[in-house]
């Protein structure tokens, strides 16, 4: 990039947030002490670091061609990984990471002290429930076409002594059914940010000329009774409301890879888990009409699933915009990473937190449709924050 004129952009001197669509696309370095950018699922994953390019909102289009970019400049090392990272709105800029692998394992927790711990619900739970019902209220109106709308919230932590983002991912990283990650974002002046997660839900997997994505839709927490915890999974896959949840999904997943593949078949719902929670999922392979497809630029068509945002997307997405009054950012974007070939690995960013340096904002949501009840999907975004509470050291009673 200097070469070509342009000066790296110091990461302190960029905005907060996905940046407005007039951001510049220079590369900011990522150096110093910025958190590493860390991708881990089973026994292998990247970490590393690197520098950020912001890339220009057109539904992950621009994403997939900067990344391909990158990967260009970054030489031809083996093994050499491009992550990339959309937000939920499609009207915001994405970023694109040039990694310079560290090795495999995560850095040190530091000691330090725990400190005091605060947490804000936003919205209030009362707040949270009246949205549930006007979102119920919406898809049972006469005309509507709603099916489903995915509702969020969040927590907001403070802690007098700061978050140490290596402790954190260690505790979330005790989970192998997830990608533990960690990426850091542009900051404000004189303040870092990273957006940390563990994520159970496979977007898209690409590999040559085939493709596999793995939706979850309908959720139940996980119980430390085991007879409690057998009978909340085995209700889910005989509840009507989460079938229901469920269906719309995997229609828009198979509908969104039809236009790449010759062939796709899926499986029959069947039950996954976390630590902490029981998903209904459903496995979808296909061929790929063309192994030159890439990993981003599928992942791109796919994302939003109705997972997190509903169907019909577009009428969902006006309804979150009504009736939720927190910004989403990377809540329920997308998070992945592609090699030289195209191939690569995309999930969808959800049990995340923006983490700050003495503030971290928590999100969670729930599948709205019709039958919803307000105080259910209140319990279910409760639970859907236990993983992260605990691995910050907070009990989810309190």
């Avoid at 192994?291 to 939003?304: G, S």
């Avoid at 910004?327 to 049990?351: K, M, N, T, Y």
């Avoid at 937190?353 to 019709?370: K, M, N, Q, S, Y």
């Amino acid at each position: 990039d200097r070469a070509r004129g342009r000066a790296p952009i110091p990461v302190a001197m960029t905005a907060l947030g996905p940046l407005p669509r007039t951001a510049s696309a220079a590369p900011v370095a990522l150096g110093g002490e910025a958190a590493p950018l860390v991708l881990l699922a089973g026994g292998s994953g990247i970490v590393g670091r690197g520098a950020i390019e912001i890339v220009p909102a057109d539904s992950g289009a621009s994403l997939g061609a900067a990344m391909a970019d990158l990967q260009r400049r970054s030489g031809d090392e083996a093994g050499r990984r491009v992550v990339g990272l959309m937000p939920f709105r499609a009207d915001l800029p994405a970023y694109a990471y040039a990694v310079e692998a560290i090795d495999g394992n995560l850095p040190e927790p530091a000691a330090r002290p725990r400190g005091t711990l605060t947490v804000r619900q936003d919205p209030s739970p009362q707040n949270y429930a009246a949205a549930v019902r006007a979102a119920v209220e919406a898809i049972a109106a006469e005309g509507s076409g709603l099916r489903k709308v995915v509702l969020a919230r969040s927590l907001v932590v403070g802690s007098s002594e700061g978050f140490d983002i290596p402790t954190l991912l260690s505790r979330l990283r005790r989970d192998k059914s997830v990608l533990t990650f960690s990426v850091p974002l542009p900051a404000l002046p004189g303040e870092r940010r990273t957006l940390v997660g563990a994520t159970p839900e496979l977007l898209v997997r690409k590999r040559a000329g085939t493709v596999i994505s793995e939706p979850l839709a309908g959720s139940a927490a996980r119980s430390s009774d085991p007879a409690t915890d057998r009978e909340r999974a085995e209700g889910l896959l005989r509840s009507e409301k989460d079938l229901r949840e469920h269906r719309p999904v995997v229609e828009a997943v198979l509908d969104a890879l039809a236009p790449y593949c010759t062939g796709l078949r899926a499986s029959a719902p069947a039950i996954a888990s976390t630590a902490t929670m029981w998903h209904l999922g459903t496995r979808i392979e296909g061929t790929l009409r063309s192994a030159d497809t890439t990993a981003a630029e599928l992942a791109a068509a796919l994302h939003p699933t109705p997972a997190v945002c509903g169907t019909p997307r577009e009428a969902a997405r006006a309804l979150i915009a009504a009736l939720e009054p927190v910004e989403r950012g990377f809540f329920a974007g997308a998070l992945g990473w592609s090699d030289a070939r195209g191939d690569g690995d995309w999930h969808v960013v959800i049990r995340c937190a923006e983490i700050g340096e003495r503030t971290a904002r928590l999100f969670a949501g729930a599948g709205i449709v019709e039958g919803s009840e307000p105080e259910a999907e209140l319990r279910e975004t409760e639970a859907k924050f236990a993983a992260l509470l605990r691995a910050l050291g907070i009990e989810e009673a309190a």
